[in-house]
């Protein structure tokens, strides 16, 4: 390569070098924070269960026991701990 041919790639790499990086560290962080992380604690058997793999089990119990979907939280807490009960006895 020419001197003239490296002088003008100089410019360009000035401008694309922090923008590889700055992607190369944006990536893993913004494709983590897409990740839903929400764990929740159950007080009857007094352990943390991740949702997201909590999810197809109370899909099931809400299948199996006749019940309308909604939103766990909104639920009874006799609803809760019927679910827990249900839950625990599957393994």
Request: charged letters at 25%; one cysteine or more; hydrophobic letters at 35%.
């Amino acid at each position: 390569m020419t001197k003239q041919g490296v002088n003008t790639l100089r410019p360009i790499m000035r401008r694309f070098v922090p923008m590889i990086f700055a992607a190369a560290i944006a990536v893993p962080v913004l494709c983590n924070g897409c990740a839903v992380r929400a764990r929740v604690y159950d007080p009857y058997y007094h352990d943390y269960h991740g949702w997201a793999a909590e999810e197809p089990y109370y899909n099931r119990w809400e299948h199996d026991t006749h019940r309308e979907h909604m939103d766990f939280n909104k639920r009874s807490k006799d609803d809760q701990k019927a679910y827990w009960d249900w839950r625990h006895n599957q393994h």
